[in-house]
């Protein structure tokens, strides 16, 4: 069983990336093996301009390393999305990487590819109401029914300055009992 986390943060060190680690530690507990891939080191351009016809789109930016990326996501039985809800949302990195499935939306190796992962959610915020988490978990949520995946969880924490998840234990712990569900919940080890 293989796991990626794309971190989206560009915070090495932040908050985001303390609970990708503790997720993975727990992956690597249940006996899997995990991976962390920062976005922000890899150049991922927003989606160009689309045919309206699926099947007559292209890359324009096939170039970049997000095609790279994709493919490591494709071999992964768990698909971890960790950011940092920055306006309301995904912060850009993650959307860049999201957007570009598009370029790909009807080829049967993407859908293929895609599919029937188990998909997690890793999410510190700065608001003090947890449904700020909401602003990132719903559209995920969507986002597994498109590709027929299951929805393993998420962590969400209210938190603001870099690293000071550390001092959340209960959000840190959770994060390392969910990449030990998470691998326990596909079934595989
Ligand atoms: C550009 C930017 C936008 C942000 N927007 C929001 C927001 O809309 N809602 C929120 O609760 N926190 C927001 N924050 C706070 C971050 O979500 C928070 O600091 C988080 O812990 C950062 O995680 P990191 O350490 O992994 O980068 C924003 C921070 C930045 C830098």
Known sequence: MRVVALNGSPRKGGNTDIL????LRGVREAGAAGEKIYLYD?????VGELSDRHSR????????????????????DILVLASPVYWQGVSC????????????YVQ????????????VVLTPFGAPDL?????????????VDHFS?????????????????????EATQAAYELGKSAVEQMGVG
């Open 20 to 23: 990708i680690d503790e997720f």
């Open 42 to 46: 890899y150049t991922i351009n927003p």
């Open 57 to 76: 789109r292209v890359d324009v930016h096939a170039s970049d390393d997000h095609r790279l990326i994709l493919n490591r996501v494709m071999d992964a």
């Open 93 to 104: 990195q993650m959307k860049c990487f999201v957007d570009r499935f598009s370029v790909h």
């Open 108 to 119: 049967p190796w993407f859908k293929e590819g895609m599919a029937n992962k188990g998909w």
């Open 131 to 143: 449904s700020e988490a909401d602003w990132i978990i719903k559209p995920v949520k969507v986002w």
């Open 149 to 169: 995946g299951k929805y393993l969880g998420e962590v969400a924490v209210s938190v603001f300055q870099k690293g000071d998840v550390v001092k959340h234990p």
